[in-house]
């Protein structure tokens, strides 16, 4: 007999834990409330670089491939476009920012990341350009709310999706039963919204509230997603996503004209692209203070896990990780030790 598991959540985690599942043939049932604000909102992008030290991403070669290959199958299987794959064009802020990236660009490890500079680069007219620029290669973005949206349907019409509030008074731990059915697994994947509920509450995930623009303008490139004190993502017909704001220990969902301000003033440190204003969107991210995910079985209840805490790499990390956590539910096989909660819980 197959056996069963619960997701409580349907973003980004939820929904790329829901596929390794039943990759696994494990009987899958999803609760969701219906909305959600912090995957369907992100930028989906997906960058193997850290450029405040010129530094890879964290697992990066291992996530990055996996990734690629995991979205493009999903579209196949959805029938959906959500992978695109995206140059970066990072503007130096300093001469020791270009050195370092010339230095590492050099070295094996980096060269499949980092294009060398060139005469153009460091000429390169699209932005203000005081210390040159360099190119990231194999960089893409998801287009989030359609992965979130598309995924809602299809799971709907599979009749595995609860569209429902998770209510604790129905919910008994120790024997994995929620509303009157048991379960063989329980993994909650609520992002930002885990601290409102008591299973996984003692876990010290932040919540990181981040807001975006949607702009329109006649000037910016649309080959190209531009980086210096924010990012600039093209969306196609002359529109443009530009991120993000970090506001720590917020929650709240509704936008301000601060962070309106805000972005606006760092795209200005790109250049005057004359920027018509169409959207602003804000959200909430699920983050921990040492920028690692919480994944493992909770510390008293057996079979009852968690995957969160995906921040601002989920979109590189969760194919890779949703695999991982199926294997330590269904094989037993340890998590890697920076992503296991028992860093927290000491069992």
């Known amino acids: 007999m197959a056996k069963k598991a619960l997701i409580v959540g349907a973003g980004l985690a939820g929904t790329c834990l829901a596929h390794q599942m039943i990759?696994?043939?494990?009987?899958?049932?999803?609760?969701?409330?219906?909305?959600?604000?912090?995957?369907?909102?992100?930028?989906?992008?997906?960058?193997?670089?850290?450029?405040?030290?010129?530094?890879?991403?964290?697992?990066?070669?291992?996530?990055?491939?996996?990734?690629r290959v995991f979205y493009?199958?999903?579209?196949?299987?959805?029938?959906?476009?959500?992978?695109?794959?995206?140059?970066?064009?990072?503007?130096?802020?300093?001469?020791?920012?270009?050195?370092?990236?010339?230095?590492?660009?050099?070295?094996?490890?980096?060269?499949?990341?980092?294009?060398?500079?060139?005469?153009?680069?460091?000429?390169?007219?699209?932005?203000?350009?005081?210390?040159?620029?360099?190119?990231?290669?194999?960089?893409?973005?998801?287009?989030?709310?359609?992965?979130?949206?598309a995924h809602k349907s299809y799971f709907r019409k599979s009749g595995v999706l609860l569209q429902e509030e998770f209510n604790d008074a129905v919910w008994h731990p120790e024997t994995r039963t929620y509303s009157g059915v048991s379960y063989d697994y329980v993994v909650f994947c609520l992002g930002y919204r885990q601290k409102e509920e008591l299973t996984f509450s003692f876990l010290p995930l932040q919540q990181t509230k981040g807001q975006t623009l949607l702009i329109e303008s006649?000037?910016?490139?649309?080959?190209?997603?531009?980086?210096?004190?924010?990012?600039?993502?093209?969306?196609?017909?002359?529109?443009?996503?530009?991120?993000?704001?970090?506001?720590?220990?917020?929650?709240?969902?509704?936008?301000t004209p601060e962070a309106r301000e805000q972005l606006l003033q760092n795209l200005s440190s790109l250049g005057d692209y004359q920027p018509n204003v169409i959207d602003q969107v804000a959200g909430?991210?699920?983050?921990?203070?040492?920028?690692?995910?919480?994944?493992?079985?909770?510390?008293?209840?057996?079979?009852?896990?968690?995957?969160?805490?995906?921040?601002?790499?989920?979109?590189?990390?969760a194919p890779t990780l949703a695999r991982e956590l199926t294997e330590l539910i269904t094989l037993n096989k340890p998590l890697h030790p920076e992503t296991d909660i028992s860093r927290f819980t000491g069992k």
Request: hydrophobic share 40%; proline share 4%.
């Open 72 to 149: 493009q199958e999903i579209e196949q299987l959805l029938h959906m476009k959500f992978y695109r794959p995206i140059v970066i064009r990072r503007f130096f802020s300093s001469l020791d920012e270009r050195e370092n990236w010339q230095r590492k660009s050099a070295l094996d490890e980096y060269a499949e990341y980092l294009e060398k500079l060139t005469l153009e680069d460091l000429e390169h007219q699209s932005a203000k350009n005081l210390f040159g620029s360099g190119r990231v290669r194999h960089a893409f973005w998801i287009d989030a709310a359609n992965w979130v949206n």
């Open 218 to 255: 006649a000037v910016l490139s649309e080959t190209e997603s531009l980086n210096r004190k924010c990012f600039v993502l093209p969306h196609g017909d002359g529109r443009f996503r530009v991120g993000a704001t970090y506001e720590w220990n917020n929650s709240t969902l509704h936008t």
């Open 23 to 67: 990759s696994k043939e494990i009987e899958i049932t999803m609760l969701d409330q219906g909305s959600n604000h912090s995957s369907a909102i992100a930028a989906g992008m997906v960058n193997p670089m850290v450029f405040r030290r010129m530094n890879k991403s964290w697992r990066l070669d291992e996530f990055l491939p996996e990734a």
């Open 284 to 317: 909430v991210r699920p983050t921990v203070l040492d920028r690692r995910p919480l994944m493992g079985q909770h510390p008293d209840y057996q079979q009852v896990f968690i995957f969160n805490g995906l921040g601002t790499k989920g979109y590189m990390m």
